[in-house]
């Protein structure tokens, strides 16, 4: 959906207004399919980037979620298709469970890997202190202990092989202008 607005972003991104994040989790199909069901190939997300870099919108390839052993092992992959396609930049999120949906993953999972399923929750409550899911500020979206720290360690040499970065350069925001004053919302301003 989002090449729809292809001209539209390119034109913002011209003057340093607007950038887009698109999120690959695997290159296999087959399991993208299975875990992601009603979105968009890996395939066809990879060429959405293309698609945004060649209008010139800078745009991040978002690894997320990362499932340890499940879809790991295409960490180096993904960033090399990422910048492939143009992308600018990466970044990467290991799975997060909060919730409801803990207990509707375990049962996908068991569903379609029950070979895997035990160790993989097994990684990822390693990474999130002996649960399937920690809330913490400044662990929720990256995880802690051994496992969390190889994801990271393997990402960043990646990131860095391939020329990636991990921070894009921040929007302008001195050409927004407060609108003037018209009805009660815009007093808010």
Do not use: C
């Not at 690894?63 to 993904?78: F, K, M, N, Q, W």
């Not at 992308?87 to 469970?97: D, E, H, K, N, V």
């Amino acid at each position: 959906m989002v090449e729809r607005d292809v001209d539209i972003l390119a034109d913002m991104a011209r003057d340093g207004l607007a950038r887009v994040g698109i999120s690959v989790t695997t290159l296999d199909a087959e399991l993208s399919r299975k875990m992601e069901p009603r979105v968009p190939t890996p395939a066809r997300r990879l060429r959405a980037i293309e698609v945004m870099a060649e209008a010139g919108v800078p745009v991040r390839m978002m690894i997320s979620p990362i499932v340890p052993g499940l879809t790991d092992h295409d960490i180096e992959a993904l960033v090399a298709a990422g910048r492939d396609a143009g992308a600018q930049g990466a970044s990467m999120i290991p799975l997060r469970l909060p919730r409801e949906v803990a207990q509707l993953w375990q049962d996908w999972l068991t569903d379609h890997y029950p070979n895997r399923a035990e160790r993989v929750m097994s990684k990822v409550r390693d990474m999130h202190g002996g649960k399937a899911y920690e809330a913490e500020f400044g662990h929720r979206m990256r995880g802690q202990g051994v496992w969390a720290d190889l994801l990271q360690q393997r990402f960043n040499r990646a990131v860095a092989a391939a020329g990636l970065t991990k921070t894009m350069p921040p929007l302008r925001t001195d050409l927004f202008q407060v609108p003037l004053a018209q009805g009660p919302q815009l007093a808010l301003f």
